[in-house]
Each structure stands twice: as structure tokens, then as C-alpha cells.
């Protein structure tokens, strides 16, 4: 069992959450999620490796040190504003960087899209992207969207 105490959090050059243990065992591409988001959110934290597989539950955030806590409450938040792609409208440009203009779950925006790497498989359809300022929106599942909003998203992922 890891000690929690001496978990680190930090960011890859790739803008990947990487999780160190005291024994020297690093885990990249980590997501962390809320296992009860609205009744208890801080406590019951999954941590989830690139492949969506649990690598361990916090059971509260309070059982990290202090920076961690901070840096993991941090991640959690900017997680927490996901809107969901329903369809990409236009690019102006079939590669990165391009502007793309996209119907969400919560109404039509555009985003600036600065590399191919901003758009990532999480996994076997379901897409998270990240724009140049880093928000981030999620496709779900690609096999729900339209041809058109299909093919411009698997060139990129």
C-alpha cells in the first residue's frame, strides 16, 4: 500500500498529470475522478492510468500532504467545466493549428487548436481535447457524432 503522504502531482513536458510514490514508481497520463462529485466531492478520489484502469482510491483529499492536496483540488476543479462536443461546425484548417468552431452540450464556441497532441484518446471512443488556452472538452463517444465531425476528429487522434 502506498503511503499517501508521499504521493507528487505534477505535469509532464507533454501537459500529462504524472503521480510519484515514495518508491520511485511513476504513473503518466493519470485522471483523477470524483467517485461521489455532488453528494461528497473531496472525498473518494479514483485515480485513473492513461488506459482507465484504477491505480488507487484516495479517500479524501485531506490524506495527501499539502502540496499535493492543493495540486490534485487544483486539477479537479479545472476538470470540473467540461463542456461536451456534440459537433464541429468548421476548421480553418484540416491540421493544427487551426480555429474550430463546435456545437457543446453547452452552446456553440470556437478554440484555437495549437497541436495535434491537444487532441488525445482517452479511450477506445472517447476523445478529450484541450485548446490553446487550456479548457478542455470531451467527445464521449465519436460513434454518436455525425461522418463529417468523425473524420475531422480521427486525423487528429
Known sequence: MTDLTDL????DSWGRLVIGTAGGQTYVG???VRC???SDPLKMIALLDAEGHEILTLPATDSLNPSAKVFLEQE???RDFVPAIR???STSNPNP????????DRGETSFQLESEDDVRKIGPHRIMIADSNGLRYTIPDLRTL???????????A
Do not use: G, K, N, Y
Open 30 to 32: 493519470v485522471e483523477p
Open 36 to 38: 461521489f462529485p455532488l
Open 8 to 11: 507528487t502531482f505534477e505535469r
Open 97 to 104: 493549428p487551426c480555429r474550430w468552431s463546435v456545437e457543446t
Open 76 to 78: 479537479l476543479a479545472s
Open 146 to 156: 455525425d461522418a463529417a465531425t468523425q473524420r475531422i476528429v480521427q486525423r487528429l
Open 87 to 89: 459537433r464541429v461546425v
